[in-house]
């Protein structure tokens, strides 16, 4: 199958400080990319839309400037948590549908902790 | 918006037991499902998923899902379970026409050997 990879896998980052973590279709091109965030012994919960050339679209309730999202190419999207702080410490997962758009694939998955 | 409930937040099974892990979900119009799982340190694997057809469907790893239209279930079964099974488990769903995946809380099934 088709192989999204996620970058990096593990973040520890200081409280105010910007992380950005990358999402990238390795063998396909993603018009669309999709942001989760996990929490622990909960479900994946969608934060954004991710779309190639144009401005994400955000779930409700998501800080659009809070968690800044950039899909500047067909392979790249990136997903920047600016000002971190301890609340934001989470596992965030990106996925991408391919070309036949029934299956979604996913990322390894990033653990970010703010300290 | 879809809703996705499992029922199950943590199965224990020894090998070769049988495996059934509970989804229900709350969305008027048609839907697409799926269960997706996540080996320990790895990517959300897709086992199987449901479109359209016969409601039985069969994935991979021996592993089966049916949809029940009337019980808005789509549960998972699998008749003998390996110790290579233990993973997390979840429940997806997207509205037919909408690519946004809505995830059950997920089931952690530890099977011993």
């Known amino acids: 199958g088709a192989v999204v990879s996620q970058h990096p896998s593990r973040v520890i980052c200081k409280s105010g400080t910007s992380v950005k973590i990358e999402c990238r279709s390795l063998?396909?091109?993603?018009?669309?990319m999709f942001w989760y965030r996990q929490f622990p012994k909960k479900s994946l919960m969608l934060m954004a839309t991710?779309?190639?050339?144009?401005?994400?679209?955000?779930e409700q309730g998501v800080e659009k400037d809070k968690f800044l999202i950039n899909h500047a190419s067909l392979t790249l999207s990136t997903l920047t948590v600016t000002s971190a702080h301890p609340e934001d410490s989470s596992f965030y997962i990106c996925?991408?549908?391919?070309?036949?758009?029934?299956?979604?694939?996913f990322g390894q998955g990033t653990r970010l902790t703010v300290v | 918006a879809q809703s996705v409930s499992q029922h199950n937040h943590h199965v224990i099974l020894s090998e070769a037991a049988s495996l059934e892990l509970g989804c229900n979900y709350s969305?008027?119009?048609?839907?697409?499902l799926f269960w997706y799982v996540q080996y320990p340190g790895q990517h959300l694997q897709l086992l199987l998923k449901y479109f359209s057809g016969d409601p039985l469907v069969k994935g991979i790893k021996g592993f089966e899902a049916e949809f029940i239209k009337s019980k808005f279930s789509f549960n998972l079964r699998k008749p003998s379970v390996q110790w290579s099974d233990t993973a997390e488990y979840f429940c997806a769903v997207n509205a037919d026409n909408d690519y946004k995946l809505s995830f059950g809380a997920g089931t952690t099934v530890t099977v011993r050997a």
């Open positions: 996925s991408a549908f391919t070309g036949d758009d029934t299956e979604a694939f």
């Open positions: 991710s779309n190639e050339g144009s401005k994400a679209t955000y």
């Open positions: 969305y008027g119009g048609t839907v697409n």
């Open positions: 063998d396909f091109q993603a018009t669309t």
